[in-house]
C-alpha cells in the first residue's frame, strides 16, 4: 500500500472501477496457467509447508498482482481489509488506514470465514476466486464509483464492503493451501517493479500495459476490423469440439473476458475508448474465441445456444416490463417483481398486432429467424430489447465488460455447482447477450470477424 501510495495514486484514471478491471485481467492471468495445469490437485498436509509444491512452483505467481490491486481497490473504497469482521468505517480519503494486523492472523480469520472445498483441482480453486470476484460487478457495472464509495447508498458500501471482504479472504486461503507466503511475493513484487520504473518520473502504469498489450496482440494488425460489407452470418448452431474439460472451456471464457478488460481498465469513465495500435484487434479475438467458447460448452451438454438465447430473452421481457423500465432503467428485475407481467419481447411466436408488433411494443420476428437465431439476428435482437428499455445509454465498453465478467462468474457457479442445464443455458445466453453489445459498441463486425478466425 505505501509503494501504491508513493508511486501510483494520484492519476484520474486511479478509481476503484478501473483496479477492479485491472483486477480482472490479472484474474485471467491466473486462469490461463490454471488451465494449462488443470489436473493438478492441491499438496497434501504431509508436505512442507513453508514453500510450494514443486508441482505448483510458478504457476500461481500471479497471486501478487491480483493481491496488489486488491490492495489498492480496498484502500481507494476505504475497505479495511486488515480487520475481515470489521463493519464499515466512514473515514475521510486522507485519514483512512488498514487496521495492523499479521499476516498469521488473516490467514486464520480467513480459514474460518472461507470454505474451500475439499476434493478439488487447481483450476476449480482459481474458478471459484472468480466467482467470488465476479459478485462485485453487479454492483458498480452500471455506475460511477468514487473514492471512499462517497456516491453510493450506505446500503450499497455495506455490500461492495463485504464483497471486497470476501475477495480478500478467498484469495488468502487459496495461498496458503498451495503454501505460497504472500507477503513475501509481494515483497519481491515490489522490488522487481521499483527497479523496472526506477529511472521513470512516477510509475506510468498506462504506458507499460500499452506496450504489453502491443507485444502480445500486434500479430492481429492485419484484420480489416472497420470492414462493414455485409459478409456471411455465422450459426450458433455450427459444430464446434469442446476442447478440454468443461472446467477448462469456462476458465477460457475468464480468460477472454478479463483480457478484454487488460485493454480497458485505464481509460477514464465517460470519455471515449483510444482504439490505437491493437486494442480493438485484441477485444475483437477474444470476443470471437469467446463465442466459440459459449458455442462449444452449449453443444457439450446438449443444449442449442440460439434457441436458448430466445428462451432467456422472452424470462428477460418478463422480468423487465417495458413501461417499468422506461420509468427507472436502472431497477432490477426484484425491484420490478410486483409489476404484471407484459409479453416478452422479440421471442413470442406469432401472436402480434395489425400493425405488425407483438404485445405493445416489440418488433415481430419472422418464423425463419426464431427457429434458428443466428449472430447477427441475435444482435438485432438484443439491441432492439435493449433500446424499448432505455438501457443502451448505459451501454459503454467498460460497464458490458464488466457486466460479462459478471456473466461468466454466473456459469462458473452452475458448472462448479453441477446445476441443471436450463440453468445454464440461461447464462451462456446472457454472456452472449453481453458480448455481442459489447462489440457493437466498440464498431466490432463480429459476424465477419468469427468467420475470418474461424472459417467453417
Same mark, same amino acid.
Given at each position: 500500500?505505501?509503494?501504491?501510495? =508513493?508511486?501510483?495514486?494520484? #492519476? ?87 487496521? !495492523? ?17 475439499? *476434493?478439488?483441482?487447481?483450476?476449480? %480453486? ?8 465476479? $459478485? ?22 455495506? *455490500?461492495?464492503? =463485504? ?23 509481494? $515483497?519481491?513484487?515490489? !522490488? ?22 502491443? +507485444?502480445?496482440? #500486434? ?54 475508448? %483510444? ?38 430473452? *422472452? ?41 405488425? *408488433? ?39 465498453? $467498460? ?14 457457479? !452452475? ?6 442445464? +436450463? ?6 445466453? %446472457? ?26
Amino acid at each position: 500500500k505505501q509503494w501504491y501510495q =508513493r508511486r501510483v495514486r494520484g #492519476g484520474p484514471w486511479q478509481t476503484p472501477r478501473n483496479l477492479f478491471l485491472a483486477l480482472i485481467g490479472e484474474l485471467s492471468e491466473l486462469t490461463m496457467d490454471a488451465v494449462k495445469h488443470e489436473t493438478l490437485e492441491p499438496p497434501g498436509n504431509e508436505e512442507e509447508e513453508t514453500a510450494p509444491s514443486r508441482d505448483f512452483e510458478g504457476i500461481l505467481n500471479e497471486l501478487d498482482d491480483v493481491c496488489s490491486y486488491l490492495i489498492c481497490l480496498a484502500h481507494e473504497s476505504h475497505v479495511d481489509i486488515g480487520s475481515p469482521e470489521s463493519t464499515r468505517g466512514e473515514g475521510k480519503e486522507e485519514t483512512f488506514k488498514f487496521t !495492523v494486523t499479521s499476516w498469521d492472523e488473516l490467514e486464520v480469520s480467513a480459514f474460518y470465514s472461507t470454505k474451500l472445498p475439499t *476434493k478439488t483441482t487447481l483450476l476449480r %480453486d482459481c474458478l471459484g476466486l472468480c466467482l467470488t470476484c465476479s $459478485r462485485l460487478c453487479d454492483l458498480i457495472q452500471f455506475t460511477d464509483v468514487d473514492r471512499g464509495l462517497t456516491n453510493l447508498s450506505a446500503e450499497k458500501q455495506g *455490500k461492495i464492503d =463485504r464483497v471486497i471482504k470476501s475477495i480478500f479472504c478467498h484469495l488468502t486461503s487459496l495461498a496458503s493451501r498451495y503454501h505460497y507466503d504472500m507477503p513475501r511475493l509481494l $515483497r519481491d513484487k515490489n !522490488v522487481r517493479t521499483a527497479n523496472k520504473y526506477s529511472g521513470c518520473e512516477g510509475y506510468n502504469v498506462k504506458s507499460s500495459k500499452e506496450i504489453v498489450i502491443n +507485444e502480445r496482440y #500486434g500479430h492481429l494488425k492485419e484484420f480489416p476490423l472497420d470492414d462493414s460489407e455485409v459478409t456471411k452470418d455465422y450459426d450458433l448452431d455450427r459444430p464446434v469440439k469442446l476442447d478440454g474439460s468443461m472446467e477448462s472451456a469456462v476458465g477460457q471464457l475468464v480468460v477472454s473476458a478479463g483480457l478484454i478488460a487488460e485493454v480497458l481498465q485505464w481509460s477514464t469513465d465517460g470519455t471515449p475508448i %483510444d482504439w490505437g495500435g491493437v486494442r480493438r484487434a485484441h477485444v475483437t479475438h477474444q470476443l470471437c474465441l469467446l463465442i466459440r467458447t459459449l458455442c462449444s460448452i452449449a453443444q457439450h451438454r446438449g443444449l442449442e445456444l440460439g434457441k436458448a438465447f430466445l428462451q432467456k430473452i *422472452k424470462l428477460t421481457g418478463e422480468r423487465y416490463p417495458i413501461e417499468k423500465c422506461q420509468e427507472n432503467p436502472a431497477a432490477k428485475y426484484t425491484e420490478l417483481k410486483d409489476c404484471e407481467k407484459v409479453d416478452s419481447t422479440l421471442a413470442q411466436d406469432n401472436t402480434s398486432s395489425g400493425d405488425g *408488433k407483438i404485445g405493445s411494443h416489440s418488433p415481430r420476428i419472422s418464423d425463419e429467424v426464431t427457429a434458428k437465431p443466428t449472430l447477427q439476428s441475435v444482435t438485432a435482437m438484443w439491441r432492439r430489447f435493449s433500446e424499448e428499455r432505455d438501457w443502451l445509454r448505459e451501454h459503454t465498453p $467498460r460497464n458490458l465488460t464488466l457486466d460479462l465478467f459478471g456473466e461468466v462468474g454466473e456459469v462458473i457457479e !452452475v458448472v462448479l455447482e453441477g446445476r441443471g442445464d +436450463e440453468l445454464l443455458g440461461e447464462e451462456l445466453s %446472457d454472456c452472449l447477450a453481453s458480448s455481442v453489445r459489447l462489440a457493437e459498441v466498440c464498431g466490432i463486425n463480429l459476424t465477419a470477424a468469427i468467420n475470418h478466425y474461424f472459417p467453417q
